[in-house]
């Protein structure tokens, strides 16, 4: 009788233990593939008040997503290109205004025997200068005084702000309450237009905002792009990626809406020495992307030593010896995997010019001056050194540092992955292909620009 009521029923037993499998399996593959994208707003980490205006959200962290998961990965090890595949190069990016008390953190922490600049950016003042429309207004011009001296001088960036560090500029945070050194006058000016304010550096405030009246953003929206890049012997992959990708990128950023106008900049560089075929090469700007492809594609990584490389030159060609347009999102994006000579007086770059010797500190004082922003992305091997100096350079300039993972598979990743030779600590960050990062910052910056 119950083997006749098995057999009765078997049909129906089969057909159940199949479904459970089925549901078993959808539970798994969606599990594992991509189950949510999260996002945090952003703020600058700020820890005292606005003029007119307070700072929620003064302890959260940087901008989260969840970009789904394509392989396995060991938790709190560094991930590394496997060995005999290719590499799917990918990026992690930090914002270290927008994390800055981690970022203070990391800087105390720091430790290397390699020297490099230092320089006291506790106190530090964002300048956000708007329309009466509530527009921001970028390439505006902001100047800071003690009295009528002058302190400093730059221009804004996409999003109408700019980063005032006075240890960048050799005033001493320990001043500020001095009867004489309590107070920093700011303007800002676009064309008829001008507004001033004061700083009260007792205040400890860290967000200053100005109203220009009638005042309007620039009409044409333009961006110049200029890649920086470490071209010696250790850098195939990443010259070989960007030069793989620069016409899927251009064509997507040539999809924007509001669609740019677009120039394309290219300063190389190896190092210093007789067997080196250039220190720096530079290229202008030119808006014909075949010809700046074809640039871009003459470019072969090899040469080099030692570690540190001609950054400092670079950064000089870069910054200073292109021309950049007026009323323009100015970028740089630095690709290098070293960090630069330090405390070399005078280099030779080429015959007919030479270095000063003012250093990468130096160069990006001038960046800031012209309203040009450092994306600075850290290849694979980047030392504690290098990336310290990559940092600053971001830092400064309100960019972002990047820092390239090698994984196979595609372009996905997790929160909270990183590189153990990197000091992320423990912030969370997106992890994207390159050239879809590049992509995704030239967007937001032109965004930005454009208000939305």
């Known amino acids: 009788m119950e083997r006749n009521a098995i057999k009765k029923h078997l049909p129906a037993l089969l057909l159940l233990v199949l479904c459970v499998a089925l549901v078993a399996i959808g539970m798994s ?9 999260v996002f945090s707003d952003v703020d600058y980490g700020l820890d005292g008040g606005s003029v007119g205006s307070s700072v929620p959200g003064a302890d959260r962290g940087p901008v989260i997503h969840d970009t789904g998961r394509d392989e396995p990965i060991t938790p709190g090890g560094a991930t590394r290109r496997p060995e005999g ?57 902001v100047r800071v005084y003690r009295g009528q001296r002058q302190l400093f001088a730059g221009q804004t960036y996409a999003n109408g702000q ?53 005042a309007k953003p620039p009409a044409e929206l333009q961006l110049d792009m200029l890649f920086l890049l470490d071209t010696t012997g250790s850098m195939g992959d990443e010259l070989g990626r960007i030069q793989a990708t620069i016409d899927s990128i251009a064509q997507r950023i040539n999809g924007f809406e509001p669609r740019p106008s677009i120039r394309y900049g290219l300063v190389a560089y190896r190092d210093h020495g007789s067997d080196e075929a250039y220190v720096t090469l530079t290229y202008d700007f030119i808006d014909d ?9 003459g470019l072969d990584a090899n040469g080099g030593g030692d570690t540190p490389e001609a950054l400092n030159e670079a950064l000089n060609q870069a910054v200073e010896h292109v021309s950049w347009s007026d009323d323009a ?38 960046a800031i001056a012209q309203g040009v922003k450092i994306y600075a992305i850290a290849a694979s091997n980047t030392d504690t050194m290098a990336e310290y100096v990559f940092r600053q350079l971001a830092q400064q300039t309100m960019g972002s540092f990047i820092f390239l993972t090698y994984q196979s598979g595609a372009s996905g990743g997790a929160p909270g992955e990183y590189r153990d030779d990197i000091e992320a600590g423990q912030q969370q960050y997106t992890v994207e292909r390159l050239d879809d990062l590049i992509v995704q910052v030239v967007e937001r910056e032109l965004a930005q620009a454009s208000g939305l």
């Open 85 to 141: 595949q290719p590499a799917a190069l990918k990026a992690g990016e930090i914002n270290d205004n927008e994390a800055f008390s981690e970022y203070l953190t990391y800087l105390d922490n720091y430790h290397s025997p390699m020297s490099v600049h230092l320089v006291d950016v506790q106190e530090r003042y964002i300048i956000s200068v708007l329309n009466d429309q509530q527009q921001p207004l970028y390439d505006t011009s």
């Open 29 to 37: 593959t969606l599990l594992g593939g991509r189950v949510s994208e």
């Open 289 to 297: 992307l075949a010809t700046f492809q074809k640039l871009l594609n």
């Open 329 to 366: 999102v100015r970028l740089i994006f630095l690709v290098a995997d070293a960090g630069p000579h330090i405390d070399e007086p005078v280099v030779q770059t080429n015959a007919n010019d030479q270095y000063s010797g003012e250093g990468y500190i130096g160069e990006a004082r001038k």
């Open 162 to 214: 700019i980063l005032f560090l006075p240890g960048l500029y050799g005033i001493d945070v320990d001043t500020r309450d001095e009867k004489d050194e309590r107070y920093f006058r700011v303007v800002a000016e676009r064309g008829d237009s001008s507004v001033e304010t004061t700083i009260d550096r007792q205040r400890r405030q860290q967000l200053v905002e100005l109203t220009l009246e009638g």
